[in-house]
């Protein structure tokens, strides 16, 4: 690892979190990269490949439940966790540290919109 | 005079931002950010004569140059994540030196989230400059979101019209600078640090400002070479508390081929330097046979002892030390919060006087009754420093708690970490002091070591590298 790089470093395909778990921190990768799985009904379906800038887990900081995805490093990467408590505390002393976490949240309902709309107009072709 | 909330920035305004350090990058950075969102369109001006690529003191800004850990949190939330071209050394650990022994405390996390960095491009005997400054880094941040970088230094700060005749709303301030050149503002923010003459300029414009309490500081760097850095230093931040009567605390902090040498205290002088470097416990830390006169560069810079009590004015904010700041610690962390609570101000709240009062000035009191609450906790710690059981006991109890799991509390390791890291503000920390489980742990601790006439043992240096005393 690079004396000067901050965060946590995963070799190829270590599991960084795992679906279920209970969370107190999100994550953001600064190196590499990491993809999310999803696993439902026995079978793995795959969300999306993150790189650097990027953040996962942050479902666990806004809301009470267990994480919803595995996140595995895809490459060696370097990830930077970033405390639930820490970061709560400081949202709610300056509430705009949270417009970049709702942007990029905002971001992804809009691809997962496109996803749906795309998905229901294959259905309908089907028909 | 204007009320609260009648004078805002509107579309074409234009702001002047005295200094480019971490508090000017981050007021520019952070005020044309939340402009962008509201659909203002600003004009921002950064005025800061040095240029950061150069090395030694004419690229430097005089700090030690640590981004604690919530500052590299806070920021990767912000979408800003530190390259470790400008990160001279992930520090992820924290040894506490005194007379008594030596313990090595991990993050909680057990992972590098503090950034030991160079504010310019390194000290002056530097011939490869192999990073990036952090002031350098933080400008083009302000710089790509559309502010100005003006290379001049400003010496003159006055309005554009009679303020005994002429209503607020309808005068500006105007800047002059050393080149003879002169523009004028609808707001300026003071970001200049309180190593500058310029501040007694601000005194003379009767805007009720009154300069910060400071004291001097001494800062070294001090060259290593990678291996001895590898061997000695490693990743962590080593914490002295010595029982000299004017530091309050010091550390090493190693930073590429170099080591950070900070003393905090008040007035520190080379008497007291030259006592501090003839301590055993300094001596443990470094290679054996160290020169100590081998100094690459140093400076001893001013720092805050007590913040203005009013840092703004109409059309005026001063942002970083030359307002308020954290006492002793975490200083560009305390520059990115009072960045960002004077721009949300301005760019929702106005730009009068009594707008600043009500919102930024809040975040500066609330930020002096932490400091004060420091002060109070650095006197307890000298009371304790005065007893050898006491600070056995301490010692003791955080070595313990070091060869368990962490704890929700986190007992005294996370006491001290947060406070000689700067990752917490003194309230946090005194509020996990008050937990019964770390009274009942301290009262055990300090018994032992009442009855017990043996110190710490001395940790070896692979004991202290590893984390396993």
Request: aromatic share 8%; net charge neutral.
């Amino acid at each position: 690892m690079d004396k000067g790089a901050l965060g946590k470093e995963y070799e190829a395909g270590t599991v960084i979190v795992r679906q279920g778990e209970t969370g107190d921190c999100m994550f953001v990768v600064q190196e590499g990269q990491v993809a999310a799985t999803i696993e439902q009904d026995g079978q793995e379906s795959m969300l999306g490949l993150l790189g650097p800038g990027d953040f996962f887990g942050e479902m666990c900081v806004f809301e009470k439940q267990p994480r919803g995805a595995t996140v595995r490093a895809l490459t060696n990467a370097r990830v930077l966790t970033v405390d639930k408590k820490g970061l709560l505390r400081q949202i709610t002393v300056d509430p705009t540290l949270a417009f970049n976490l709702l942007e990029k949240m905002s971001a992804r309902i809009r691809t997962l919109n496109s996803q749906v709309a795309w998905m229901d107009g294959e259905q309908n072709l089907r028909k | 005079m204007a009320k609260p909330g009648d004078l805002k920035l509107q579309d074409g305004s234009r702001i002047a931002v005295i200094g480019g350090g971490p508090a000017g990058s981050f007021f520019a950075y952070f005020t044309l950010m939340l402009a962008d969102r509201v659909g203002l369109d600003l004009e921002v001006d950064i005025y800061e004569p040095r240029d950061f690529s150069l090395v030694g003191p004419p690229g430097c800004n005089m700090c030690a140059g640590i981004v604690s850990e919530s500052l590299v949190q806070n920021m990767a939330a912000e979408g800003i994540n530190f390259p470790p071209s400008v990160v001279q050394r992930g520090i992820d650990s924290y040894v506490l030196y005194m007379d008594v022994g030596a313990v090595r405390i991990d993050s909680s996390r057990r992972e590098a989230r503090i950034g030991a960095t160079f504010r310019g491009s390194g000290p002056r005997d530097v011939k490869d400059v192999k990073w990036d400054s952090l002031d350098g880094y933080l400008m083009n941040l302000a710089r790509d979101k559309g502010a100005k970088h003006i290379r001049a230094r400003v010496n003159k700060v006055e309005w554009d019209a009679d303020p005994a005749t002429i209503p607020l709303a309808e005068r500006r301030l105007t800047l002059k600078t050393q080149d003879g050149k002169s523009q004028t503002y609808d707001f300026v923010a003071v970001t200049t640090g309180v190593n500058t003459a310029l501040l007694k300029v601000f005194q003379e414009l009767n805007i009720g400002y009154d300069m910060p309490r400071t004291t001097k500081a001494h800062i070294r760097e001090y060259y290593l070479g990678d291996q001895a850095i590898e061997k000695y230093i490693g990743a962590s931040f080593h914490a002295f508390l010595p029982t000299l009567p004017n530091i309050e605390f010091a550390a090493i902090v190693p930073k590429g081929e170099y080591v950070t040498l900070a003393l905090l205290g008040e007035d520190i002088d080379n008497a007291t330097v030259d006592a501090f470097m003839a301590d055993p416990a300094v001596k443990q830390c470094m290679p054996p046979g160290f020169e100590f006169d081998k100094i690459a560069c140093w400076c001893g810079p001013r720092i805050n002892l007590a913040g203005s009590a009013q840092p703004y004015g109409d059309r005026i904010v001063f942002v970083g030390d030359s307002g308020v700041t954290r006492l002793y610690k975490d200083g560009i962390g305390a520059a990115y919060r009072a960045a960002k609570a004077a721009s949300t101000n301005v760019v929702f709240h106005g730009i009068a006087r009594e707008d600043l009062a009500k919102h930024y000035g809040a975040f500066c009191r609330a930020m002096e009754s932490d400091n004060n609450l420091g002060k109070f906790m650095f006197a307890v710690v000298r009371q304790i420093q005065r007893f050898r059981f006491s600070r056995r006991a301490i010692l003791r109890m955080a070595m313990e708690e070091q060869k368990r799991p962490p704890t929700a509390h986190g007992g005294m390791s996370m006491v001290l970490w947060d406070m000689f890291t700067g990752s917490a503000p003194y309230g946090d920390v005194f509020k996990r002091t008050l937990h019964p489980v770390f009274w009942s742990n301290l009262a055990w601790n300090m018994a032992v070591c009442l009855v017990g006439r043996q110190d710490v043992s001395r940790p070896t240096q692979s004991a202290l590298e590893s984390g396993n005393q």
